[in-house]
């Protein structure tokens, strides 16, 4: 089973990492690919660019084995949908299932995501339980394909939907970029590698 993290990592953080860490220990993944978007249609642009995202994404999980970063969002013209990076995932893996893991916020937005049913086709969706967001009314749709066992998702490559807590964590991008923006220290909320690149760079340093 493959893992897949999508998220727009404007930084990464301790948030993201510590779920996919999680996650990927619960369902006994071989590799969690986290997927930084290019051109994300469903909110406001990046204040990093996707080149900068994804390096910040490369030199936090240095040295974390099954942890990978997965470009090909930034390797496609255009906006980003989880449809169709699912369905490129789907391609390169066509027999074993593919979990894709979303926060709750990210959950109660689902259903305004392009072609959303068919992200199902390609993948289980895991929702990871997130500190300062409830699950919402679910669709019928999604109330139809729920899974009460976490050993269903091994028995089918796509089509079930999960819940998940993982230790939360209330730690998020627009928080740290507000901090920095404030000149405030954000330290032990995203690794030091991440913290030292944001200040080369120096990013975020106006809101
Ligand atoms: P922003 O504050 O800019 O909206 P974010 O911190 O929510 O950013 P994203 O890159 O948008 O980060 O998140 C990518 C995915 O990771 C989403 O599915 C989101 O729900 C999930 N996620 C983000 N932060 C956490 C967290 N602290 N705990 C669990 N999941 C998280």
């Excluded at 999508?6 to 969690?32: M, N, Q």
């Amino acid at each position: 089973m493959i893992g897949i993290l999508g998220g727009t990592f404007d930084p990464v953080h301790y948030g993201h990492l510590r779920a996919a860490l999680e996650v990927k220990t619960i369902f006994g993944l071989a590799e969690v690919r986290l997927i930084p978007s290019a051109t994300p249609p469903h909110r406001e642009q990046p204040a990093a660019s996707a080149l900068m995202r994804s390096q910040m994404l490369a030199l936090a999980v240095n040295n974390q084995p099954g942890l990978l970063v997965d470009t090909r969002e930034l390797d496609r013209p255009g906006a980003s949908y989880m449809v169709d990076t699912l369905h490129s995932l789907r391609q390169d893996s066509p027999n074993q299932p593919l979990l894709l893991f979303i926060g709750t916020d990210a959950f109660n937005h689902l259903t305004g995501w392009h072609r959303w049913r068919h992200l199902l086709d390609y993948a289980h969706i895991v929702v990871m339980t997130r500190p300062g967001s409830t699950v919402q009314k679910s669709d019928g749709f999604f109330n139809a394909r729920l899974a009460y066992e976490k050993q269903e998702l091994a028995q089918t490559n796509a089509g079930k939907l999960f819940f998940q807590p993982v230790t939360p964590l209330d730690i998020s991008a627009t928080a740290i970029r507000h901090m920095i923006a404030e000149k405030q220290n954000p330290g032990f909320l995203l690794p030091d590698a991440v913290i030292e690149y944001i200040q080369q760079n120096r990013l975020y340093e106006t809101r």
